[in-house]
């Protein structure tokens, strides 16, 4: 269990950091229950004309989700996430990685869920990175492109289940 991961956030550089952002046009409770579905989060999660092929899915604070994310050209990125906190609906806080045990380019991430007066919801993702070489290669990769594809993704398939 991490003890004290607010003081990480909040001293962390700016310069080891990706910050993303999207209006999602849904109420909070929906995104959230997005990214803590396994159905859900497999039907979304990734980059335009990625598949997901999960291997373990256990979303809940402790938990483990490993999978490959596999491109269009058949290349294969293997991932691990591991959920370190879940505050429902309002946050939720991963180590992010290769599906390796020791892993030197995991980052961490925090998504946050706030929902406005008129029932959409405002999520920020933030990325950090254990340092500003390590941001600056996930930039060069396309983290900032592909984050926003994501979330673009995240924010159709909310959209196909408001009012069920």
């Given at each position: 269990?991490?003890?004290?991961?607010?003081?990480?956030?909040?001293?962390?550089?700016?310069d080891?950091?990706?910050?993303?952002?999207?209006?999602?046009?849904a109420?909070?409770?929906?995104?959230?229950?997005?990214?803590?579905?396994p159905?859900?989060?497999?039907?979304?999660?990734?980059?335009?004309?990625?598949?997901?092929?999960?291997?373990?899915?256990?979303?809940?604070?402790?938990?483990?989700?490993?999978?490959?994310?596999?491109?269009?050209?058949?290349?294969r990125?293997?991932?691990?996430?591991v959920?370190?906190?879940?505050?429902?609906?309002?946050?939720?806080?991963?180590?992010?990685?290769?599906?390796?045990?020791?892993?030197?380019?995991?980052?961490?991430?925090?998504?946050?869920?706030?929902?406005?007066?008129?029932?959409?919801?405002?999520?920020?993702?933030r990325?950090?990175?254990?340092?500003?070489?390590?941001?600056?290669?996930?930039?060069?990769?396309?983290?900032?492109e592909y984050?926003?594809?994501?979330?673009?993704?995240?924010?159709?398939?909310?959209?196909?289940?408001?009012?069920?």
């Amino acid at each position: 269990m991490i003890q004290n991961s607010d003081s990480a956030w909040r001293d962390w550089p700016i310069d080891r950091e990706i910050v993303l952002s999207r209006l999602i046009d849904a109420p909070r409770d929906l995104v959230y229950a997005a990214w803590t579905d396994p159905d859900q989060i497999q039907a979304w999660f990734g980059p335009e004309g990625f598949a997901i092929e999960t291997k373990e899915i256990d979303l809940r604070q402790g938990g483990i989700w490993r999978f490959d994310m596999v491109a269009p050209d058949g290349t294969r990125y293997t991932n691990r996430m591991v959920f370190l906190r879940m505050k429902t609906p309002a946050l939720i806080e991963v180590e992010h990685g290769s599906d390796e045990d020791e892993d030197p380019g995991k980052f961490r991430m925090l998504v946050t869920f706030d929902e406005q007066s008129d029932g959409k919801t405002v999520l920020t993702l933030r990325q950090m990175h254990p340092s500003k070489a390590q941001r600056d290669g996930a930039i060069g990769f396309g983290a900032v492109e592909y984050g926003g594809q994501t979330l673009a993704k995240l924010a159709r398939h909310v959209a196909g289940r408001k009012g069920r």
